[in-house]
């Protein structure tokens, strides 16, 4: 059930008020003046870009990025704020200030602020899902093409819960889901309060990319936009090194759509017929750490963003450290599917074996590949285009390859299921790359 709005008129002070207008002429007196400030006590910092309304006029102003506000030629009579912004939306809050009397000529500042995270939490949550976790995630779910709220969708918070014992690490995978309310909104209660998890919208077959929402605050936020059916949108920008200058032969793809876009000279790349919402966009170029990033795509595109790739390979540590290895699998769901499923599995220490082979080369030793039939390929969990855009070997190097999961069609997991044009199975090849399972 969704819970009222709640009305917030705490933590509101006034200070500075100035009663000295008997030195003001007569005709500077019309009206008051007001200046301020609305303080995020949910996040920590300022609201920045809220409308602060004062009743009974039509006075607004929008706070600037220190969260300030200034009002001028209020008129005189008994009047309170309101504060709007997208977290307090999110959050189900009305935030408002307590009635404050305006003279002509009087000069006053305001710091409004709402309830603390911990006491917005204890409220929004009931004593019995407050056991299992002190933290909250809110936030807001809406359609990417017509910017309306979601109906009918779900989210789902992930992560992982670490128990150490003597000799080992033992890692769990948490996960609380939550529906969409019919104004966009959601809630998920009881979640840790020193993890950042990670969140995804969905409905029906269309899913956002998962958002890190941080718990260590207790209550973390998260816009997500469900992508729609229209591919109307574009991205284009420019792939830099770590010292941000142009890359040239960078590969950028969103996950999720087929486009592709090998970065120029200049380091320029154009994505066009993507869907909008909130999506994932990864880089890779052999010989450097790939970079992804979640954002959110509007319909009518996005132009001019800078997606910088990681460090050369070559200075990166080459340590590996098993308990964090073991973990990285675990995370993934890959020594899960080695115990249930039929299939081939190549471990790090396999691969590690071979010298770092590349992937057509690993391939050659699994009887299955060599029979020829359509093969779909899933790089860190998502599937790749169709034909040479995404064959792995033109963008992934055998030295960035973790660990790899081999599939006849038929027997592939659900989340690695995929057909031909004519209704056939694929076979599944899954690779995990070493950024994915924490291998450096």
């Known amino acids: 059930m969704q819970r009222p709005r709640l009305r917030i008129a705490l933590g509101v002070l006034a200070l500075c008020a100035s009663a000295a207008h008997s030195q003001v002429s007569q005709a500077s007196r019309a009206g008051a003046i007001l200046s301020g400030a609305a303080v995020d006590s949910i996040r920590g910092g300022y609201f920045k870009g809220a409308s602060i309304f004062i009743s009974g006029t039509a006075l607004s102003a929008t706070t600037d990025s220190t969260g300030r506000f200034k009002f001028t030629g209020i008129p005189a009579g008994s009047r309170y704020l309101e504060v709007q912004h997208q977290l307090l939306d999110s959050l189900g809050l009305t935030l408002v200030t307590a009635v404050q009397t305006f003279t002509d000529g009087d000069s006053s500042f305001v710091l409004i602020s709402g309830p603390s995270a911990r006491t917005y939490a204890a409220s929004a949550c009931t004593a019995e899902q407050r056991a299992q976790g002190p933290g909250l995630i809110v936030g807001i779910v809406t359609d990417a093409d017509a910017e309306t709220p979601a109906k009918n969708a779900s989210v789902a918070a992930s992560w992982i819960d ?3 014992g003597k000799k080992s690490i033992k890692s769990t995978v948490q996960r609380r889901t939550a ?3 019919p104004t966009g909104t959601f809630r998920i209660c009881g979640v840790p309060d020193d993890v950042v998890a990670t969140v995804t919208a969905s409905r029906g077959t269309d899913s956002t990319a998962t958002v890190d ?3 260590r605050r207790v209550v973390g936020t998260a816009s997500l936009k469900i992508p729609g059916a229209h591919t109307t949108a574009f991205l284009s920008g420019r792939v830099v090194d770590s010292k941000g200058k142009p890359t040239a032969g960078a590969r950028v793809a969103v996950e999720g759509d087929d486009a592709v876009s090998i970065s120029e000279n200049n380091g320029t790349f154009m994505l066009r017929g993507l869907r909008a919402g909130t999506r994932r966009v990864t880089v890779r170029k052999i010989g450097f750490e790939p970079f992804q990033r979640s954002m959110d795509l509007p319909a009518g595109g996005l132009s001019g963003v800078s997606l910088p790739l990681g460090n050369s390979v070559a200075v990166l540590k080459s340590i590996v450290v098993k308990a964090t290895r073991e ?3 675990q995370r993934v769901g890959f020594n899960d599917r080695k115990q249930r499923r039929p299939g081939v599995f190549f471990t790090p220490r396999d691969i590690e074996m071979r010298n770092s082979p590349s992937i057509r080369e690993l391939l050659r ?6 029979r020829p039939s359509c093969t779909r390929y899933y790089v860190d969990g998502w599937l790749q285009p169709e034909g040479d855009r995404g064959d792995p070997d033109e963008y992934l ?3 960035e390859i973790g660990a790899v999961e081999v599939y006849s069609g038929g027997f592939s997991p659900p989340e690695f299921f995929s057909f031909t044009t004519s209704g056939g199975t694929c ?14």
């Open 213 to 215: 929402v941080d718990l």
């Open 397 to 399: 190097s055998g030295f």
């Open 365 to 370: 030793t699994v009887p299955m590949m060599r």
């Open 162 to 164: 670490y128990e150490i």
């Open 427 to 440: 076979k599944s090849v899954v690779i995990w790359t070493k950024w994915k399972i924490d291998i450096r």
């Open 327 to 329: 973990l990285g699998l």
């Open 179 to 181: 529906q969409v309310s």
